[in-house]
């Protein structure tokens, strides 16, 4: 095995980072990478182009978190080589040492991309992810004929219930998800293929992901998301999940897909594996294919949501939904909760806070987040079943940046919304995290203060990140 190149972490860029989001310190950030808890940490990767701020020749940037809150930038985990660029993939604990890393070895399993291939490869690390090696066999996984797309591996590991079990790989193919199984990560065999909508109607599929979840705490159901990089529910890209049945080879879904978000900004979406509490943790890409070069740059662009827990309830279809909430570490880095009163805007110093409304049951209630150059209204309106975010263009991203972003309600009656406001977001979850919005706000970020405004019924509460926190 070969040993991959690494660089020191880049210094942070001037200005302020986001105080609740993960940004890189320098250049281009896109989809989520090689999620894994090992040892006390929560590894995040991230298609990284470290030379710009736009789009480029893709590296791995890597950095850890003890608490999903606060992040360490390590170096550069993954450089292309002979066999191309770094694409997006997953990451594993290799627990018996089955692909000759050593026992215990973090295990990165990635797309490598030129002009004319897309293959799978697998890197490892027996340093806690501070250095990488590369496989000898690399590529482990070569394009089969005919397939111009085939990429984004999620690798997890399938229990057979019977003390057995083996690595499950899901591949985006175009329109499909591919199958494979292995013993050991390195030889790879395919098993089943899903392709549940003939004639692409959401363009190339991408970033797959696949696991169990409980429904309401009793049996499991799995569930599989893929990014889907067109006609999103606000426009360009977006990401789609399905649930079903997954018996370790073959994925069958009860229904058509849903959307894990109806904002603007939510793609990507891969969760962490070998979470040791048993949580199913994801995290997305905060932008959209259709503007993301356009987004204002300091020295870095990019960002990732809030670190989101998973479950999975009962809908009204007889098929269970996804329901989605910040991870509960995030509370410890907000201040004390404070009523808010209804028309009386609030000024936040340093433009992170969380804002609960909890609507009377009849009415609306409107949320305004206002910066000068421009800012977001959020409206829970429960006559007409709907939750809607409606951002400007202040920061000039054009590209039909600005507009309203809508989502259906399941229910009547009164309903929550958990509004998570930092320097150049919003992530809004209604109904206990049935119904989520995440857009870009980029005025928030433009400098002065940000105010924030409750109207309507029912009554609101703000807490903000604890003055020691911020920048």
């Not at 990478?33 to 590296?59: F, I, K, R």
């Not at 490892?124 to 250095?131: I, P, Q, Y």
Request: proline share 7%.
């Amino acid at each position: 095995m070969s040993l991959a190149g690494s660089r020191e972490a880049a210094t942070g860029p001037t200005g302020r980072r986001r105080l609740l989001h993960y940004e890189p310190p320098t250049g281009w950030l896109n989809d989520p990478n090689g999620l894994v808890h090992h040892d006390g940490e929560w590894h995040l990767c991230y298609q990284h182009h470290p030379a710009s701020s736009d789009w480029g020749p893709m590296h791995w940037g890597h950095a850890v978190s003890t608490d999903l809150t606060t992040w360490t930038d390590l170096p550069i985990a993954l450089h292309p080589d002979e066999h191309g660029a770094v694409y997006s993939g997953s990451g594993v604990v290799d627990r018996h040492g089955t692909a000759g890393f050593g026992e215990g070895a973090l295990v990165a399993i990635y797309t490598q991309f030129t002009p004319t291939s897309q293959v799978q490869s697998i890197a490892g690390s027996v340093d806690r992810g501070r250095t990488w090696q590369v496989h000898d066999a690399n590529p482990v996984l070569p394009q089969p004929a005919g397939l111009v797309d085939f990429r984004d591996p999620k690798v997890c590991w399938y229990d057979d219930g019977r003390g057995g079990g083996h690595w499950v790989m899901v591949l985006a193919a175009g329109g499909d998800a591919r199958f494979y199984v292995s013993r050991d990560l390195v030889a790879w065999e395919p098993a089943g293929v899903f392709a549940p909508e003939p004639g692409r109607p959401y363009g190339v599929w991408e970033t797959p992901d696949l696991f169990p979840l409980p429904v309401d705490g009793g049996d499991p159901w799995w569930v599989l998301s893929a990014g889907a990089a067109e006609h999103g529910p606000a426009g360009g890209s977006a990401t789609r999940y399905w649930t079903g049945t997954f018996d370790g080879d073959a994925f069958v879904a009860y229904g058509s897909s849903r959307w894990a978000d109806h904002g603007a900004d939510f793609y990507a979406a891969q969760s962490w594996s070998d979470v040791p509490d048993g949580r199913r943790v994801w995290v997305a890409w905060m932008s959209n294919w259709a503007y993301a070069a356009h987004v204002p740059a300091r020295a870095a662009r990019g960002q990732m949501t809030l670190p989101r827990q998973l479950r999975l309830v009962a809908a009204g279809s007889g098929r269970p939904a996804l329901a989605q909430r910040p991870v509960d570490e995030l509370d410890a880095r907000l201040g004390r909760p404070e009523v808010m009163t209804m028309g009386r805007g609030v000024a936040l110093d340093h433009h992170a806070a969380r804002v609960t409304v909890r609507s009377s049951g009849s009415g609306r209630a409107v949320v305004d987040v206002a910066s000068g150059t421009g800012g977001a209204r959020i409206v829970l309106d429960v006559g007409e079943a709907t939750l809607s975010v409606r951002r400007t263009d202040g920061a000039g991203v054009g590209h039909q940046f600005a507009g309203t972003h809508v989502a259906p309600l399941a229910r009547s009656g009164a309903v929550d919304i958990d509004v998570w406001i930092d320097h150049a977001s919003i992530e809004v979850f209604a109904d206990s995290g049935r119904v989520c919005v995440t857009d870009l706000v980029p005025d928030l970020a433009a400098g002065g203060r940000v105010v924030v405004t409750v109207t309507g019924e029912g009554d609101a509460e703000l807490r903000t990140v604890a003055a020691d926190d911020a920048p």
